[in-house]
């Protein structure tokens, strides 16, 4: 295959496995990084890296035209780059939503608008849908983010969706979890020291996502040449908190484990004050406003009907299959 490829945020969770899969389908592939990226994950030699400042517009032109004199325009480009967790509200509409109009402006300067722009974006730009029947979210669900994540991510496809004939592909995942993944890595940490957690007395419906399935589902689009088109993406099925945490608790042996369902009220205070403290020490914290509301949620079903009779989109994992794959992956590795 000679298409060329750029993953932006390569550095990350899901952009290192996007990698991944780009060389193993044979994909001339760029790994769009910042200068001081770890690139741990990075290390296959047939691997080329780009540096990007999408802070500033007039430095990203001088980049990108540096590398089109040279090594030409991408076909496609997947743009992983953001963040899920700042300091405050601000950074978020910053990263995810400035960052990449200044990319995609610098791109249409250049003249090197790829033949697709798939666009990671969150299920989460639904916001709290059908809280009472618990119906599955579906693509025909009108947007209404609650997060500031949902909402910076959601701007951006708003932008994008506006540039007429720009070729986007919008993958909405729901909770993506697998190897490298620090957040659940958190729940199975505190369950290895026989403390679990709960937020709220009512269930709550989840869906997740291993994170090959999501990669599967990204390059199902791009080779199905689709554009301006959006897809959910989970693994399928339907899951409560207690059955995630139960399989995580398998995984590690059965270890005797406290569990505590913490108030949703209460939760919101905690939430707030550990924000606080973060950002006053100019730090991002786990716990915050974002993720009480995310906790706050009860129903995080999701229709994946689109990709599955569109893309072919078929998940390989289901809950138990992935996470017992993930705390493998953190035992072999010293995380666990």
């Known amino acids: 295959m000679d298409k060329s490829i750029l993953v932006t945020g390569a550095s ?9 899969k780009a060389l193993e389908e044979g994909y001339d592939v760029w790994a769009g990084v910042r200068s001081g990226s770890s690139r741990k994950f990075l290390k296959d030699a047939r691997l080329h890296f780009a540096e990007f400042d999408f802070s500033s517009p007039a430095q ?24 899920t967790k700042c300091r405050n509200k601000k950074e978020f509409y910053t990263v995810n939503y ?26 989460g730009i ?12 579906t693509s025909d669900d009108t947007p209404r983010p609650v997060t500031e994540y949902g909402k910076s991510k959601y701007l951006t496809e708003q932008y994008l969706h506006s540039k007429s004939d720009f070729p986007y592909i919008f993958i909405r995942p729901t909770g993506v979890y697998g190897p490298r993944e ?12 026989h403390v679990d957690f709960a937020a709220g007395f009512k269930t709550q ?3 997740f996502v291993y994170v ?8 199902l689009a791009i080779e199905g040449n689709v554009r301006r088109r959006a897809y959910n993406i989970s693994d399928g099925n339907t899951y409560s908190s207690r059955q995630f945490a139960q399989l995580i608790k398998s995984e590690l042996g059965n270890p005797f484990v406290l569990r505590f369902t913490c108030p949703l009220f209460l939760l919101k205070i905690i939430s707030a004050i ?3 403290v973060a950002s006053l020490a100019g730090k991002s914290s786990t716990l915050n406003d974002d993720k009480y509301k995310i906790m706050k949620q009860r129903n995080w079903r999701c229709d994946i009907s689109d990709a599955q009779k569109e893309l072919g989109y078929a998940p390989a994992y289901d809950l138990e299959c992935g996470v017992k794959a993930t705390v493998k992956w953190y035992k072999d590795n010293g995380w666990l």
Not at 126 to 137: N, R, S, V, W
Not at 185 to 192: C, D, E, G, I, R
Request: glycine letters at 6%; hydrophobic letters at 45%.
């Open 12 to 20: 990350g969770f899901i952009g290192s496995f996007i990698v991944e």
């Open 60 to 83: 990203l032109v001088r980049q990108l035209e540096s590398h089109k004199v040279i090594h030409g325009s991408w076909d496609i480009i997947v743009h992983c780059a953001g963040v």
């Open 98 to 123: 400035d960052y990449t109009r200044n990319f995609v402006e610098a791109l249409q300067v250049c003249k090197m608008i790829p033949a697709q722009f798939v666009y990671i974006s969150t299920l």
């Open 126 to 137: 639904y916001g709290a849908q059908h809280e009472k029947d618990c119906l599955p979210i």
């Open 182 to 193: 620090r957040d659940y890595y958190l729940m199975a940490k505190s369950m290895k020291r």
């Open 205 to 207: 419906y989840l869906t």
């Open 212 to 219: 090959e399935d999501l990669v599967d589902a990204i390059f």
């Open 274 to 276: 550990a924000q606080r």
